[in-house]
C-alpha cells in the first residue's frame, strides 16, 4: 500500500490506517525507538504512542511523506521517554551523542529561527558516507561501533569522520550567524 492511499485510510477514519502503518514502517520505527531507549518494551510503547498521536494529527494534518512525519514522532517520544526515566541513571552513549552535538548546534528553541533550513542545506553538501554516518549518530542515536558496521570501516574511522564533519557543522553555521 502506497503513503497516498494509507494517508487517505487516516482521512477516512478507518482503522486500517493504523495496520497498513505498523505493515509498512513498523520495524523502521522500532529502530529509531529501540536505538535511542535500549529497551524493547520501552521501544513498543512509544512505537504504539506514535500511532496513536498519527491518528490524532491526521487529519488534518497531510504529511508529504510519511516515513519522515512517524520518524519525527517516535524519535520525539522516545527521547521523552529516555528523559523522563533515565534522569538519575543516564545511557552513555545518548549523553555523548547530545554533549557532541551541542557544542556545534544552538540547542534551544529561541535559537533555531531557519536553522533546520540550514541543517538541510548542510546536510545535502556533504558526501553521502558523512551525511548517512551523522546522520545515523545524531538522528537515529546509533552508536559508532554500530555505524562503523554499517559503513564497513572501523570504529575509529567513523569517530574521525563524526569529529570533521561536526567541525564544518560549526563552521558551516558561524558563517551564517549561528554560534554556540
Not at 519522515?68 to 541513571?89: E, Q
Not at 541543517?119 to 545524531?138: C, H, K, M
Request: one cysteine or more.
Amino acid at each position: 500500500m502506497t503513503d497516498h492511499e494509507i494517508i487517505e485510510l487516516y482521512f477516512a477514519r478507518d482503522e486500517a490506517a493504523i495496520a497498513e502503518t505498523d505493515k509498512k514502517y513498523g520495524s523502521y520505527c522500532m529502530s529509531i525507538a529501540q536505538n535511542i531507549l535500549k529497551s524493547t518494551p520501552d521501544a513498543e510503547e512509544c512505537v504504539n504512542d506514535t500511532y496513536v498521536k498519527t491518528w490524532n494529527a491526521i487529519p488534518p494534518e497531510r504529511p508529504n511523506a510519511l516515513k519522515v512525519f512517524l520518524a519525527c514522532i517516535v524519535r520525539r517520544l522516545s527521547i521523552n521517554r529516555y528523559n523522563s526515566w533515565h534522569t538519575a541513571k543516564r545511557d552513555r552513549n545518548m549523553e555523548v551523542a547530545f554533549e557532541e552535538l551541542s557544542e556545534s548546534i544552538p540547542m534551544r528553541d529561541e535559537d533555531a529561527g531557519d536553522l533546520p533550513q540550514l541543517l538541510n542545506e548542510f546536510l545535502e553538501a556533504l558526501d553521502p558516507v558523512e551525511r548517512r554516518i551523522l546522520v545515523r549518530r545524531y538522528w537515529y542515536a546509533m552508536p559508532p561501533a554500530k555505524i562503523a558496521a554499517l559503513e564497513g570501516i572501523s570504529q575509529n574511522a567513523v569517530n574521525v569522520r563524526i569529529y570533521k564533519t561536526r567541525n564544518k557543522l560549526r563552521l558551516f553555521l558561524k558563517e551564517r550567524g549561528y554560534t554556540v
